[in-house]
């Protein structure tokens, strides 16, 4: 019982342990979790300036409990998902890389029939970006 008791508690303490101490580079360097994340940014950056476009609320949902659920699956605990989700400065870097996309793509700040372009050409290409906008 001793043994078990011992293993429970080694257990519980290595799930609370930070990223780095289990070798495991902070979310904001997981691609897995933030190039999801850059797409997500642009879905709400093209649906926040063409008012013709709108965000699928339900696909982006499971969109986002999906990344979630990979950043789970690569071993960080629901702490530290949520302490990366609340990091202003990582929210801004996202959010510029995004914005940086979307200008590679076409879409130019206070013009927003490039967004609406943008974003219908991403709905016809199927691709992450057009499958969550309507």
Known sequence: MRH????ITIFATSLSLPAM???????????QVTEPLVVAAMVY????VCGALNIRL????????????????????NAEIDAFV???TEKNRLEEVARSRLRERGAIPDQP???CALGRAEISAGSEVGRLLR
């Open 86 to 88: 609340d990091d202003r």
């Open 21 to 31: 101490a289990q070798n495991r580079p902070p979310l904001g360097q997981v691609p």
């Open 58 to 77: 339900l696909r982006g949902i499971g969109f986002l409990n999906g990344i979630k659920s990979t950043a789970r699956s690569l071993g960080y605990s």
């Open 45 to 48: 950056e093209i649906d926040r």
């Open 4 to 7: 078990i008791l011992a293993a």
């Open 113 to 115: 029939e490039t967004y």
